[in-house]
């Protein structure tokens, strides 16, 4: 066989090689000394001599039969591997190492211990490979580069976290660091190696954080540097950047040219950057006034562009007309409005499953919400709203009233796309009612929506609940509130008007119930919250109303009506000190409300505090002169602390904002009397009397003063002190019997037909002790006034009678009380009278000094 036959030609060569001179001389070399590459198992290992011997191979020497190899008969061929790790023996018996292979990590343990060679056991790795220092120029640069880039990235990511001052600094080390590297580079490299990219990089980002930073003119030179070099092409396009920072100056002419320079720079296939453009020159005209210039220049912009969906700008034109007053324009620029394009519609074919296909179906599900459909859904809104706010704006200026102006804008937009909002357009014209105070006529524009299947129908009903609520017409609030549930059960506010209805009916826990289930609707519903508060305070729950007006605070902060809520609540619980921080945080909101000035200066005056209450009252009356409590506290603390005279101005003040009440003027008199002024307290005292004949208590002041000043005048006052005192109490026994009178009325009715047949004799004598009556009464009179004896029956009065008037008269109670206070107690002296029981004795010349 072949195969039989190579092996014999190797086994040839085999036996020339040891016959060859040359190459037994070469194996007595040191190279010849290295280990014999055998087999493991071979005889150089078990102690024989080294020999030169072939490489081991597929096939033995004496080969004997088929298949069959030197080891034995197994029937297949030897392969035997490379001896590694150790030569012969050497010197000694040992095995000798092979010093070539430790370099690598490789290291033996043959004659230490049985473990075979493991490289992930080894005994030391290899070095990390170093990186070739390059020393050269390039390299040097390329580091230079890399950390301008890195510079600016930081300072990108500053910006981003709004931390433009380590930005500043950034970017400035950035612009530091380029300008050395374009140095080196036009020194070493030449001027066209240099980077032109990057340096127009560093200057725009530093530009813009000078802009950030609010350092205008420096931005604005970062820019000129850039705008003035001819090697950046399209630097002028840097002049938009240059009119924006103007803008911001509002500089707003500089801010034109410089936009119009741009202008001229930016081609005209680029029509979206120049539409941009003059969308910004626009803007500036109308910030200037000049609403002539930026109508033409929108309309420009309108013309140039396609009919697409720059509601911007046509809003913008609009608002020129209506700057301009001119009516058929503003009508012309709604119009034009209406007819831009949305880039959706509810029935849009897109997203609609016509086939009703499954796989269509999951194809909707996803498209449905993904990022163009809320861009759309986006546009779609913004689009309305302005719409609503061109027909609010120009709807009362287009007609001769804004119901006509109204009508005409709703007309219009039932025809075009935006139909839909055509209900909430009437719904803020009867808004418009409620403004000028025409419920009536607001209340008719809403309930046409009755009768209208329309989405804005809860809408209409709602606003009519609450409309009725004000009117106090709870029935009707009730209904329309139902009604508004029924259209929607998820509107929240028809749940709060029948929340208020049930409130208004005192049915605490009703209206509770309802306001509940508006906040599980709406837990952000601020006035279910308030309302729950209310509820809570009614029923007595302080704590609970408490924590509901915390939330709504949360909700709604620095609202004056929760907060006054809060104070009231704490002054309730008695935490005064919470009342009182509470309190100055209301007045910090509404510092002018002189209620709650003259309230919180209440309530330093129950602690004591009168400085403070001084400075909150005198807050208060600095706001409202006219409040007559804050009056009196000022007139009553002038009097404690012994300023009569200023207290006496208060009240002066409270006569003249209510001449028709007795006490402002009693007070007057009585600080006269305080101060010893008698003479002009009897003159006050006799001014009121004037005034207010009838009045009691300053009948007992004239006595008192008539009587210390030994005054003639005291009887003629007294007998008028009787005279009143008299008809009050006809006054209370005439009010007392009316009320008696109603009582019995119905008993007095049924008993009226037994008491006919009594009606001839008592009738006389009623009519004789009628005459007698009156005769008596007159001649009272009479007696009281002092001008005569005789009675309408000719006869005289007795000692008797006489007697007893006198006795009435002595016995007349002239006691009184004064509303001003006590007068000051004179200070006791030494000097006092003898008491009887004393003994007394007489002036001795012994005791006269000498």
Not at 272 to 283: D, F, H, P, Y
Request: some cysteine.
């Amino acid at each position: 066989m072949a195969t039989s036959s190579t092996l014999t030609q190797i086994d040839m060569c085999m036996q020339g090689l040891d016959e060859d001179t040359n190459f037994q001389q070469a194996l007595k070399t040191a190279y010849g000394k290295r280990a014999d590459l055998r087999t493991a198992y071979g005889a150089a290992v078990s102690g024989g001599a080294p020999m030169s011997q072939r490489l081991a191979t597929a096939s033995g020497r004496g080969m004997t039969g088929r298949g069959m190899t030197a080891r034995g008969k197994t029937g297949r061929i030897s392969t035997a591997r490379l001896t590694t790790g150790y030569a012969a023996e050497g010197e000694g018996g040992e095995p000798r190492k092979i010093k070539a292979v430790e370099a690598v990590g490789f290291v033996s343990s043959r004659g230490n211990s049985a473990q075979p060679f493991d490289p992930s056991r080894s005994v030391g790795s290899a070095k990390p490979l170093e990186k070739a220092e390059d020393s050269s120029e390039e390299a040097a640069l390329r580091v230079l580069e890399d950390k301008v880039h890195r510079l600016l990235e930081e300072s990108a990511e500053a910006i981003a976290q709004k931390d433009f001052q380590k930005a500043l600094e950034k970017a400035k080390a950035a612009g530091v660091h380029e300008r050395e590297l374009t140095r080196k580079k036009e020194a070493q490299l030449g001027p066209e190696q240099i980077n032109l990219d990057l340096t127009f990089a560093v200057l725009v980002h530093l530009a813009y954080v000078q802009e950030q930073c609010e350092m205008y003119p420096e931005a604005i030179n970062t820019l000129l540097v850039l705008v003035k070099n001819k090697t950046f092409d399209r630097a002028g396009r840097l002049r938009v950047n240059i009119g924006n920072i103007y803008f911001k100056q509002q500089k707003y002419l500089q801010a034109v040219k410089q936009y119009r320079m741009a202008l001229d720079q930016i081609p005209s296939v680029q029509q979206e950057m120049r539409s941009a453009v003059l969308k910004n020159i626009g803007q500036a005209f109308i910030r200037m006034g000049q609403y002539g210039d930026a109508m033409k220049t929108f309309e420009h912009v309108l013309e140039e562009t396609p009919p697409g969906d720059d509601f911007d700008s046509a809003l913008n034109c609009l608002l020129c007309y209506f700057g301009l007053g001119d009516r058929e324009k503003m009508k012309r620029g709604f119009a034009r409005l209406l007819s831009l394009q949305l880039p959706t519609h509810d029935e849009d074919e897109r997203y609609m499953n016509i086939h009703e296909d499954e796989q269509v179906q999951i194809y909707l599900d996803a498209v449905q919400d993904d990022t163009l459909r809320k861009h759309e859904l986006a546009t779609k809104k913004k689009a309305e709203e302005f719409v609503l706010k061109a027909a609010k704006l120009i709807a009362p200026v287009i007609e001769s009233s804004f119901a006509e102006g109204y009508d005409w804008c709703i007309e219009r937009v039932k025809g075009s796309a935006f139909s839909s909002l055509a209900s909430e357009l009437e719904i803020t014209k009867a808004i418009t009612y409620l403004k000028l105070k025409d419920v009536k006529a607001a209340a008719k524009v809403l309930k046409s929506f009755e009768k209208k299947e329309s989405n804005m129908l809860s809408t209409a009903a709602t606003n009519l609940s609450f409309l009725y609520i004000l009117e106090n017409d709870v029935k009707q609030a009730e209904r329309y509130a139902d009604l508004a549930m029924d259209a929607d059960k998820y509107n929240h506010c028809a749940l709060v008007n029948k929340g208020n209805c049930a409130f208004m009916r005192k049915r605490l826990e009703e209206a509770q119930e309802l306001y509940q289930e508006a906040l599980a609707i709406d837990s952000s519903c601020s006035e279910a919250l308030f309302n729950l508060g209310l509820v809570h305070r009614d029923l007595g729950n302080l704590e609970d109303a408490l924590e509901y007006f915390h939330r709504v605070n949360l909700l709604v902060p620095d609202t004056p009506e929760v907060v006054a809520a809060i104070a009231a609540l704490n002054e309730q619980l008695d935490d005064t000190d919470q009342a009182c921080e509470w309190y100055n945080t209301l007045i910090s909101l509404v510092p002018s409300d002189p209620n709650a000035l003259a309230h919180l200066g209440d309530m330093f005056d129950r602690l004591d505090d009168k400085s403070q209450a001084f400075q909150y009252h005198f807050e208060g009356f600095r706001y409202f002169p006219a409040e007559i409590n804050t009056i009196s506290w000022f007139g009553s603390y002038y009097i404690d602390s012994q300023y009569i005279q200023k207290a006496i101005q208060f009240f002066q003040r409270a006569v003249e904002i209510q001449p028709g009440e007795v006490k402002w003027r009693l007070m007057i008199a009585s600080c006269h009397r305080k101060t010893g002024n008698y003479q002009r307290a009897l003159e006050t005292y006799k001014r009121i009397h004037t005034l207010f004949p009838e009045n009691i208590e300053c009948l007992k002041f004239l006595i008192r003063l008539c009587t210390d000043m030994g005054l003639p005048e005291v009887q003629d006052y007294a007998v008028a002190l009787k005279k009143a005192e008299q008809a009050k109490e006809r006054r209370e026994r005439a009010a007392s019997g009316r009320g008696s009178a109603r009582r019995s009325g119905r008993r007095g009715s049924r008993q009226a037909s037994g008491k006919r047949q009594r009606s001839g004799h008592r009738a006389r004598e009623e009519r004789r002790s009628g005459r007698d009556s009156a005769r008596s009464v007159m001649s009272s009179d009479d007696d009281r006034d002092g001008r005569g004896t005789a009675d309408f029956g000719g006869s005289t009065r007795g000692p008797t009678d006489f007697s007893a008037s006198l006795n009435r008269t002595n016995t007349l109670d002239a006691s009184y009380k004064d509303p001003v206070g006590a007068l000051p107690v004179r200070p006791k002296t030494a000097a006092r009278k003898a008491d009887d029981g004393e003994d007394s004795f007489e002036l001795d010349e012994d005791m006269l000094p000498e």
